[in-house]
């Protein structure tokens, strides 16, 4: 694993990471945890449902892949929604296609990442959509 600069969240924001490709999973989710955000891994759809009625914390983003075995992100983010109205919503995909985007097709336009990104890509992100932290620039 690379070496991450620490320091970016407020050490108490939570982020639900859904994808269902275990390696990728692990590898955001160092990164995030690097950066000092609370991290949730779900492999799919519905146990990121699932984690969102047991976790008895805030969640603050859910960064979900778009495509997946039992549930697209674009399925998932209005039902998760439904559990969590003040959730923020992350899409990330190695494939933005005309197929992705017909699923985005219906929902608000959502703030998307194109896999691979940098480490530094994704807190940027994730920092413009929570806002600023207590700790410091991204």
Same mark, same amino acid.
């Given at each position: 694993m690379p070496d991450v600069p620490r320091g970016s969240a407020t050490? !108490?924001?939570t982020v639900l990471l *859904?994808?269902?490709d275990?390696? *990728?999973r692990q590898y955001v989710g160092y990164i995030?945890?690097?950066y000092g955000y609370r991290v949730l891994e779900a492999s799919g759809g519905a146990e990121a449902l699932h984690l969102?009625?047991?976790h008895e914390g805030p969640i603050h983003l859910l960064l979900t892949d778009i495509q997946m075995l039992d549930m697209t992100g674009p399925e998932l983010a209005p039902r998760?929604? *439904?559990l969590?109205?003040?959730l923020q919503v992350l899409y990330? !995909?190695?494939q933005f296609s005309e197929d992705v985007l017909s699923q985005l097709e219906g929902q608000p336009l959502q703030p998307f990442i194109q896999k691979p990104f940098t480490s530094e890509a994704l807190v940027h992100t994730i920092r413009h959509l929570l806002g600023p932290s207590d700790s410091g620039p991204c």
């Amino acid at each position: 694993m690379p070496d991450v600069p620490r320091g970016s969240a407020t050490d !108490s924001e939570t982020v639900l990471l *859904v994808d269902d490709d275990e390696a *990728v999973r692990q590898y955001v989710g160092y990164i995030l945890r690097r950066y000092g955000y609370r991290v949730l891994e779900a492999s799919g759809g519905a146990e990121a449902l699932h984690l969102c009625t047991q976790h008895e914390g805030p969640i603050h983003l859910l960064l979900t892949d778009i495509q997946m075995l039992d549930m697209t992100g674009p399925e998932l983010a209005p039902r998760a929604l *439904v559990l969590r109205p003040h959730l923020q919503v992350l899409y990330m !995909s190695a494939q933005f296609s005309e197929d992705v985007l017909s699923q985005l097709e219906g929902q608000p336009l959502q703030p998307f990442i194109q896999k691979p990104f940098t480490s530094e890509a994704l807190v940027h992100t994730i920092r413009h959509l929570l806002g600023p932290s207590d700790s410091g620039p991204c």
